[in-house]
């Protein structure tokens, strides 16, 4: 089974500052790839996607930017951090050429741009 | 983006009373997922369903995947106070993007 494995888990940053989030999946191959950022833990928002190394499609415009630099390796990342970027942010893997393809989360990081 | 409804917003129960809450869309979903979220921590999948009218069964949950493939529901028999999170529908359209309720809190109350 895969695990999704996500760091650091908590983060405080200043307003300007950038940001480097990682994921890196664990148990499977070419996954699909996924973003979230979760507001006062509610509604999940999709913020980027990928089905493959250097593959990106972002959901809304914003702030952030996601690279995919290997097959099981997703950063998000900004230059210069808003107090709108504060939340719990979810990094999320799944097969795309398989049948049952549920998702499957990592454990998050919480974010806090003072 | 799509828009999932999910509802009740929130739930508060006695103990060992049975949870029923639902999702519904515009859009006709390929997948329909349940998924519970404890606080500071990543969602963790309940149930997956794949095909419309299907009713399947993970203990005390159930879940089923509306015949219209727009709504979904998910039931919890006899809580117990270790089901108290949040928990979140998901519809994957065609393709690999998924879509996500905004949730249901339940509180159970021993």
């Known amino acids: 089974s895969q695990t999704i494995h996500q760091w650091p888990a908590t983060l405080v940053q200043p307003v300007g500052s950038p940001l480097s989030l990682e994921c890196t999946v664990e148990g499977t191959s070419n996954p699909n790839l996924y973003w979230y950022r979760q507001a006062a833990g509610r509604g999940l928002q999709l913020l980027f996607y990928s089905v493959g190394i250097g593959q990106i499609s972002s959901e809304v415009p914003q702030n952030l930017s996601a690279s995919r630099p290997q097959d099981r390796q997703f950063i998000l990342s900004s230059k210069k951090l808003l107090l709108s970027d504060s939340g719990f942010y979810l990094c999320?893997?799944?097969?795309?050429?398989?049948?049952?393809?549920?998702?499957?989360f990592g454990p998050g990081t919480r974010l806090t741009v003072l | 983006g799509q828009q999932l409804n999910q509802s009740p917003q929130s739930m508060f129960i006695q103990e060992g009373e049975d949870v029923s809450m639902n999702c519904t869309s515009s859009s006709i979903f390929n997948t329909w997922l349940w998924y519970k979220q404890d606080p500071g921590e990543g969602p963790v999948l309940l149930i997956a369903l794949y095909k419309a009218g299907e009713l399947t069964s993970n203990g005390r949950l159930t879940a089923q995947f509306g015949i219209t493939r727009k709504d979904s529901f998910l039931n919890i028999s006899a809580s117990i106070p270790s089901d108290v999170g949040i928990y979140f529908c998901?519809?994957?359209?065609?393709?690999?993007?998924?879509?996500f309720g905004t949730g249901t809190s339940l509180t159970v109350i021993p």
């Open positions: 999320a893997g799944n097969h795309g050429r398989s049948l049952y393809n549920e998702q499957f």
């Open positions: 998901a519809g994957q359209l065609p393709g690999n993007q998924f879509y």
